[in-house]
C-alpha cells in the first residue's frame, strides 16, 4: 500500500508561481513514476508530470513543459511540482499519484486545489 499526502496548493496571480509537494509512504517505490496529475471543473483528469522514484526519468504534458518542473528529494520521501508562470488554465485540482506505469497509476492522493486568478 501506498499513501499519497499532498500540500501546497492555494491562489496565484497569472505568472506568478505555487510548489505543490506530495510525502510518499508505504511499500518500496524505486520502480515506480509519482507524479501529478490535474482535474478542472466539467473535465477529465489529465497527466501533468511525473518522475522515476528510484531514477531521474521525466515526463510532462506539453501544456506545462517549461513552465513546470517535477523533482523529488529520496531523504524526505517527497515530490515536488514547482510550477511557474502560471495561468488561469492551470486551475485545478491537483492530484499526487504513483504507478509502475506513469500514466496509469495505482495509488492516488487526496487532491489540492489550485486557483490562478486576479
Known amino acids: 500500500q501506498v499513501l499519497l499526502v499532498e500540500s501546497g496548493g492555494g491562489m496565484a496571480q497569472p505568472g506568478g508561481s505555487l510548489r505543490l509537494s506530495c510525502i510518499v509512504s508505504?511499500?518500496?517505490?524505486?520502480?515506480?513514476?509519482v507524479g501529478w496529475f490535474r482535474q478542472a471543473p466539467g473535465t477529465e483528469r489529465e497527466f501533468v508530470a511525473t518522475?522515476?522514484?528510484?531514477?531521474?526519468?521525466?515526463s510532462y504534458a506539453r501544456s506545462v513543459l517549461r513552465r513546470f518542473t517535477v523533482s523529488k528529494d529520496n531523504d524526505k520521501s517527497t515530490v515536488y511540482l514547482q510550477m511557474n508562470r502560471l495561468k488561469p488554465e492551470d486551475t485545478a485540482l491537483y492530484f499526487c499519484a504513483a504507478g509502475t506505469n506513469m500514466h496509469y497509476p495505482d495509488y492516488w492522493g487526496q487532491g489540492i486545489q489550485v486557483t490562478v486568478g486576479e
Open positions: 508505504g511499500r518500496s517505490l524505486s520502480n515506480y513514476y
Open positions: 518522475i522515476l522514484y528510484g531514477g531521474t526519468r521525466t
